[in-house]
Each structure stands twice: as structure tokens, then as C-alpha cells.
């Protein structure tokens, strides 16, 4: 019970009371290290970067040669500023575990933040290559929007394509709109939010880019078709009902 009530804090943005509680449950449960990880969420998002260290620290000691703890401990070395550091942990964690996602997205991050955009890219290349269709919809999106803005569209969409073959996932028919938006072809970008939204119908995300597709194409009437379909959806909350105002 206190393990869901510290999730429903942090996911209401009650990070210091979600905090605390999770370690109180944590103190129960010490060999979990999901609970450490939510626990390290709610310090850095509160920019708590001395009880965040303290508690990556720990989780090496109490994990040794555990992934997600020497990851978790690169990304807090990578908010603090410490780059080479965090660089060194996160490869030691992909060392460990090749594809955890979280630790490829923030070395991607360390490297571009030292300068270093092609060795960034280099390994999302790698790990999506590695897994093929398979790799997480984070390292995914990474990958092509990196592509996108260096102009490499047709390998952006091979990648966002074989991704969507293994599992359809809103936020990669997302960035193939983008991606074919950027290549000029707004009908296929249309057609394509428009099957997503028949699968995700409840995705915001994906009906406020049809209705920029629309809208850029000068089919003023369809997207506001686009947004008033919107409300018959699902029973919007407050931060939707302002994004809808700005479409």
C-alpha cells in the first residue's frame, strides 16, 4: 500500500512526500531497485543533487556490478556537471547491459553536451541496429530526430518504419509525420497521423500534429474538425484543454 501511494505522490507532483515514502519502503524492500531508481527521480527532479548522490552511491554499493545502479549513478554524475565521470559510468553500464535504454539516451546527452554529436549518434546507430525493430521508443526517437535535422530523412524513416512493424507506439508515428512533413510528402504525413489517431485515439500529441499538418497545408476546416474531435474522445485534463487552445 505504501509502494502505490508513494507512486500516486510522484505522479501528482508531490515529489517530497513521494520521495520520502519510497524510502521508507524502500528500507523494507532493500534488494529493490526499482524503488531506488523512483527515489532518484524525485531527488533529481527536485534538483536534491546531494541526496541524489548519496543515494547513487548507495545503490553501486548495495548493487554491486548491477546495471541500473552504475547507470543511475552516470546520469547523476551527468546532472551535476560531472560529463567524464558520468560518460564513465554510463558505458560501464552499457558494458554490462549493451541496450538499457536509459543509459544510452543519457550518454547520448553527456557526449552531445562535450561536444561530441557524432560519437553520440554513432552509438544510437549501434544499439538500434543491434536490436533492429526492436529497440526502446526513447532510443528510437533519439536516433531520428538526430537523422532529421542532419537532413538524413530516408534512414530516419527506415528506422521509425521498422520500429512501428514490431509494436506501434504513438510517439514513433509521431516522428514519421515529422519525418515526412520534412520530405515534403504532407499527404503521407497526413494519412499517417491519421491511422495512428484511429489506433491512439486519446493521443493529444498526434491530433495536434494532424491539425498543424492540416492547417500548413491550408485545410483550415479539417483541423478544426481535427481539434473539436478532441473533447469526444476522452474527458480532457487542464494541461490538454491549454495545449488544444494553442493548436
Request: proline share 3%; hydrophobic share 40%; net charge positive.
Amino acid at each position: 500500500m505504501q509502494r502505490l501511494l508513494a507512486g500516486v505522490y510522484v505522479k501528482c507532483g508531490r515529489l517530497a512526500e513521494g520521495a520520502t515514502l519510497c524510502e521508507k519502503v524502500a528500507a523494507r524492500f532493500p534488494k529493490n531497485m526499482d524503488l531506488r531508481i523512483g527515489i532518484f527521480d524525485c531527488y533529481r527532479d527536485m534538483q536534491r543533487w546531494e541526496e541524489m548522490s548519496r543515494l547513487t552511491e548507495q545503490a553501486v554499493r548495495d548493487f554491486p556490478g548491477n546495471s541500473r545502479a552504475v547507470g543511475i549513478r552516470g546520469v547523476g554524475k551527468y546532472f551535476t556537471g560531472d560529463l567524464v565521470g558520468g560518460e564513465a559510468d554510463l558505458r560501464k553500464a552499457l558494458q554490462i547491459e549493451p541496450d538499457l535504454f536509459f543509459a544510452v539516451k543519457h550518454l547520448v546527452r553527456d557526449l552531445e553536451a562535450q561536444g561530441r554529436a557524432d560519437e553520440a549518434l554513432e552509438v544510437l546507430r549501434q544499439s538500434v541496429e543491434r536490436q533492429g525493430g526492436k529497440s526502446h521508443e526513447d532510443v528510437v526517437n533519439h536516433y531520428t530526430q538526430r537523422l532529421r535535422l542532419r537532413g538524413r530523412l530516408a534512414e530516419a524513416e527506415a528506422v521509425c518504419l521498422a520500429s512501428l512493424a514490431n509494436e506501434p507506439k504513438p510517439s514513433i508515428f509521431l516522428e514519421l509525420a515529422k519525418i515526412l512533413r520534412a520530405e515534403g510528402r504532407v499527404d503521407d504525413a497526413t494519412r499517417t497521423l491519421r491511422d495512428a489517431l484511429a489506433k491512439f485515439p486519446r493521443s493529444i500529441q498526434l491530433r495536434g500534429e494532424l491539425a498543424r499538418v492540416l492547417k500548413a497545408a491550408g485545410r483550415n476546416e479539417e483541423a478544426g474538425g481535427v481539434i473539436r474531435g478532441a473533447g469526444s474522445a476522452r474527458r480532457l485534463q487542464p494541461r490538454e484543454l491549454v495545449e488544444i487552445a494553442l493548436m
